[in-house]
């Protein structure tokens, strides 16, 4: 099989920024795909940002210099052909909404090279959901991260009925080779090994906000203190982003359909999103 040289990463938001470059800093040739100039101006400046964590957060190497290397390895592309000319694993990190992933993978199977192998790194969606839409079934698997990787270095690794299991051997080597500690999976399962423990936590935690029992605040407060965790419940929702909340809540049953009408009245339409733009249920800026 050939080998996974060349990296493209789809989508730029927080997440799909931090494997793109957790990639390139770790040797790789990455290209960093999003929809339009605009978006790629944003991702460029979040890049640098990375550079500036790895640094202040004294990553190995990254004050001598591999910090601006990795950045000299990241291309940029919006033109969904030309970033997946040569790659030989497609790293997609786009928003949790099925119609837009369907059609994004659609339009990658038709541009992507036969041997080029695609993964998904959805939270909330089963690779067999999507993989009639590849083209490319066996060479289809999920590569799922944590948020701040690299500090929360996992990388959930879970294939389908199809994946030739010659590939997810490859893709779990990849995750190794990028600092990532290989999570693998034997069989599907929605919320990976990782949010199927963290999402119940959220759950409870907006049902006793929505339910009038506690504010915010005091959720997280509560949490950190009985638990020793650094991050409250609402202070993770801030990290993943609100939008990716409730895109993910509005799914659910009658009470987190609640909580994502909730919080799009008070926070998404307000454009408190969450860390990424320095508001959401807290104000980071400063």
């Keep these: ?67 601006d ?78 948020n701040h990787v690299w500090v929360n270095n996992t990388a959930e690794v879970m294939g389908t009925e199809s994946t030739d299991p010659a590939v997810y051997r490859e893709v779990v080597e990849f995750a190794k080779n990028i600092g990532m500690v290989p999570i693998e999976l034997k069989k599907e399962k929605a919320g990976y090994v990782l949010n199927s423990l963290l999402v119940p936590l959220l759950n409870a935690a907006s049902d006793l906000l929505i339910d009038g029992i506690a504010d915010p605040d005091m959720v997280d407060k509560t949490w950190r203190i009985g638990t020793g965790a650094p991050f409250g419940p609402f202070q993770i929702m801030d990290v993943v982003g609100l939008t990716t909340v409730f895109n993910i809540s509005s799914q659910g049953g009658e009470k987190q359909r609640a909580f994502a009408d909730y919080i799009k009245k008070n926070y998404i339409d307000e454009g408190k999103l969450g860390v990424a733009v320095g508001e959401g249920f807290y104000n980071y800026k400063g």
């Design 1 to 67: 099989m050939t080998e996974l040289k060349q990296i493209t990463v789809l989508g730029t938001g927080v997440l799909g920024s931090q494997i793109a470059y957790q990639t390139a800093y770790h040797g790789f040739d990455v290209v960093a795909y999003d929809i339009n100039a605009e978006v790629i101006e944003k991702a460029k400046a979040r890049f640098d940002s990375l550079a500036a964590a790895y640094k202040a957060e004294n990553v190995e190497g990254a004050k001598e210099g591999k910090a």
């Design 69 to 146: 290397e990795a950045l000299q390895r990241i291309t940029y592309s919006y033109d969904l052909a030309e970033a997946v000319t040569k790659a030989d694993l497609v790293i997609e990190a786009i928003p949790e909404d099925f119609a837009i992933k369907r059609d994004t993978y659609e339009k990658l199977a038709a541009v992507a090279p036969e041997h080029t192998v695609f993964a998904t790194n959805s939270s909330t969606l089963l690779p067999s959901d999507l993989k009639e839409f590849t083209g490319r079934p066996e060479k289809f698997l999920a590569l799922h991260f944590a």
